[in-house]
């Protein structure tokens, strides 16, 4: 009879502690159970990076940097005329020019005094190629007359480009005044005469400042 007893008391705890966990279950339910609510826009926002890109073109009319120069006397000035464009969507600044030169065959041609010698002008309209006036006479110095040899990165006087703004430059080349005397058919060593160099135009032009911009 004790055994029995104790079989009944068993049963009815564990019915009890079902009916608990079955309590509380329905009470997790309930908590869960709740009403919610969303917002977005219906059209997708879009966003872009802008565009930084410049472009070195020949101008009309003018053999820019495609053709070689050669036959140079110490004295002689060539022209030659470009259009630089900022075709990137977002404007620029601090707009720099570097000058490589590579393969000299001889020392001269790259000396401070007796080698090439560059300036950098700018007009506001075409050149005008025939005459290398610009409309408004002389043009704007961009870059005063330094020497190839000696040249680094340098700023151009007008440095900012707005998108889409274009420069017309002349690129003036010198090869200045000196003497040298060729004796029996043997020019002297180092020499100008016959000597060659090639030469990289390099611009280069930063994004303008960062804007925050609240209002839009």
């Known amino acids: 009879m004790i055994e029995i007893k104790n079989k ?6 564990f019915a009890g502690g079902a009916i608990v966990l079955s309590a509380a279950a329905i009470a997790g339910q309930s908590v869960l159970a ?24 020949k101008s009309t009319g003018s053999a820019g940097f495609t053709s070689p120069i050669s036959n140079l006397a110490p004295g002689d000035t060539v022209n030659r005329y470009v259009t630089l464009t900022n075709s990137g969507s977002l404007a ?9 030169n590579a393969g000299a065959t001889s020392s001269v041609i790259t000396d401070a005094t007796k080698g090439l010698q560059l300036a ?4 506001a309209t075409p050149w005008t190629i025939a005459t290398g006036t ?24 007008s440095a900012i480009m707005a998108a889409g703004d274009v420069k017309y430059l002349k690129f003036s080349l010198k090869l200045p005044d000196q003497n040298e005397t060729t004796q029996n058919g043997v020019a002297p060593s180092p020499s100008i005469q016959n000597a060659a160099v090639n030469l990289t135009y390099t611009f280069d032009l930063a994004q303008r400042a960062a804007e925050t911009n609240l209002n839009s």
């Open 34 to 57: 709740s009403l919610n609510a969303t917002a977005f826009n219906t059209v997708a926002e879009n966003v872009q990076a802008g565009t930084m890109e410049l472009t070195l073109d």
């Open 134 to 157: 610009c409309s408004g006479g002389a043009g704007a110095i961009e870059i005063a007359e330094k020497a190839i040899g000696s040249w680094s990165v340098s700023n151009l006087a």
């Open 8 to 13: 009944k008391h068993t049963w009815r705890l």
């Open 120 to 123: 950098v002008l700018s007009c």
């Open 92 to 100: 620029g600044r601090d707009l720099k020019l570097s000058v490589s």
